[in-house]
C-alpha cells in the first residue's frame, strides 16, 4: 500500500488497521453483504501487510497477537451480523416481543 509515492512503514499500517477495523465495526449494521464482504478482505489485507511490516521488531509476537485479537473481535462483530440477517430473512416471524434483539 503506498500513500503519495512513499511506502508505508509499520506504524502507519498498524494506523489504517486499526482505522479499517474500527470503521467496519461501527457501520457494519448499514452495509450491504457485498460491503462488509469488501472490507473484511481490506482489513485481512492490511493485517498482513502489518504482521509482515513487523517481521524482525522486538515485540513482532506481541504485534502478532494484538492483530489477531483485533481481527477475531472485526470477525465476531460482523459473523454476529450476518447470522442476525440470516435468521431474519429464513424466519421473519422468530422475532416476537419477548425475543427481541439487544
Known sequence: MQ????VMGFAELRAALEDSASEL????????HAERSFHLQRVGLL???????????PDAEAVAASVDALL??????????????????????????SRRLP
Do not use: K
Request: proline share 4%.
Open 72 to 97: 477475531h473481535r472485526v470477525q465476531s462483530h460482523v459473523g454476529a451480523i450476518e447470522q442476525c440477517e440470516r435468521i431474519l430473512r429464513t424466519a421473519p416471524g422468530w422475532l416476537t416481543p
Open 3 to 6: 500513500i503519495q509515492g512513499a
Open 25 to 32: 465495526i461501527a457501520h457494519a449494521y448499514g452495509m450491504s
Open 47 to 57: 493485517a498482513g501487510r502489518v504482521l509482515s511490516a513487523a517481521d524482525g521488531l
